[in-house]
């Protein structure tokens, strides 16, 4: 099987399942009690924190563990929400889910600022939006496309005006370079198990001096910032993976060598299949994501070809009760109808070989001219995947 859905999360590294299997195994003490292996599993904790502080450039206080990406925005924005005054909150319209609906929740309108046709943050639009706007929240890299934007100019805009910003930098993390100085934002959000660390486990970024107000109340852990006991062993595999990321810098051999192979994969597509199109930047664009548009095929019946063929991806578009439609990252780049119906994301990790990025080429190449021929419409009787998910990854 070759997995080609790396957007939707990565396999862990051997060394973070090493570094938490004596948490799995012995680490069973509760982080705020008052004896030994407490204290043990309360430094394992201020260690993996010292190091997610590091790898994205903070200070440790500024790092708040959470259960994930999810969590991490709906806590960031829930704390500008309270704290700051009247006015709208501003969102690109390309967010994730989880900025989408947990900005729907508060207590103020929300305004959508637009893309470009390549899937970037219009800024002079979203500078316009400023005027009234009391919060900010700016994707690093769309989860769909893997264009990245502009949070640096963003950022700056909002500082201009004292406007809090925070940044949803899940699908950014661990594939390019990440600074919170940077990228100048107050909030930032991160889930490990994007990056080759563990599921159910994140980070909150909070630049010091911003007020906070938790979203999970209860006891103190976190410095009061979130309650709950810490999950150890998933904090201990974050600073793994963050340490890692550290040791080998922003643009180290893998990811070069996934770019090449993402690169490949895509030229030979376009070489050897007419109709096919790519979706958004390719010059701002994470280093591992193909979003394409193939001409005369439905992104249901592909994905089911492909899936019995051994290629797992993910359809590069909303999916509802069996149905594909455009979805609201494609809409708001202009994609709709067919073009949007038959679009698939291809998303590599460092795990990936050179060899599977071309015999998946290969795959797609053969489904596409069934589909296109007849010869492979209709689905796959019994297959065992449901082409939609239950989600948005
Ligand atoms: N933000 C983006 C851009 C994502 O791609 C995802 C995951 O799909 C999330 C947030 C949510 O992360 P998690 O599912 O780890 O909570």
Redesign the pocket.
């Known amino acids: 099987m070759i997995h080609l859905d790396a957007?939707g999360s990565t396999a862990m590294l051997p060394e973070v399942l090493e570094a938490m299997l004596p948490w799995l195994r012995d680490g069973h003490a509760n982080p705020s009690g008052a004896y030994q292996s407490a204290r043990l599993a309360r430094e394992a904790i201020e260690e993996a924190r010292a190091k997610v502080a590091a790898w994205i450039g903070a200070e440790a206080d500024e790092i708040v563990f959470t259960s994930?990406?999810?969590e991490s925005?709906n806590t960031a924005l829930h704390s500008m929400d309270r704290l700051v005054g009247a006015g709208t909150v501003v969102v690109s319209a390309i967010e994730?889910s989880?900025v989408l609906r947990a900005a729907e929740d508060l207590t103020r309108p929300v305004k959508h600022a637009p893309v470009h046709a390549d899937g970037r943050l219009d800024l002079e639009k979203f500078q316009a939006l400023l005027s009234g706007a009391a919060m900010v929240s700016i994707?690093a890299a769309n989860?769909e496309t893997g264009v990245v934007q502009p949070v640096h100019e963003a950022a700056a805009m909002a500082r201009e005006r004292g406007i809090p910003i925070h940044s949803?930098v899940?699908?950014l993390a661990g594939k390019a370079d990440l600074n919170v100085r940077h990228l100048g934002v107050d909030f930032l959000s991160l889930?490990a198990?994007?990056f080759h660390g563990p599921k159910g486990v994140?980070a909150l970024y909070v630049r010091r001096g911003i007020r906070f107000y938790p979203l999970m109340k209860g006891g103190t852990q976190e410095n009061a910032r979130r309650a709950g006991t810490e999950n150890v062993p998933g904090i201990v595999g974050l600073g793994a993976i963050a340490a890692i990321l550290t040791n080998r810098g922003a643009e180290h051999g893998a990811l070069r060598v996934m770019r090449v192979m993402r690169d490949s994969f895509e030229s030979k597509l376009l070489q050897e299949l007419p109709g096919v199109t790519v979706n958004g930047s390719t010059i701002h664009r994470l280093p591992n994501t193909s979003h394409l548009s193939f001409e005369g095929c439905e992104a249901v019946e592909l994905i089911q070809l492909l899936d019995q063929a051994g290629l797992e991806c993910s359809a590069g578009s909303a999916c509802m009760a069996g149905k594909i439609r455009p979805s609201h990252v494609q809409l708001a780049m202009g994609i709709d109808g067919a073009r949007g119906r038959g679009s698939l994301r291809f998303s590599f990790s460092i795990l990936n070989t050179p060899a599977e990025a071309h015999n998946a080429a290969e795959i797609v190449i053969a489904a596409v001219n069934r589909l296109r021929d007849g010869t492979g419409r209709g689905g796959v009787p019994g297959l065992r995947t449901t082409v939609c998910g239950l989600g948005?990854?």
């Open positions: 957007n994930g990406g999810t925005v994730h989880a994707m989860n949803d899940v699908q889930s198990h994007k994140g948005e990854t």
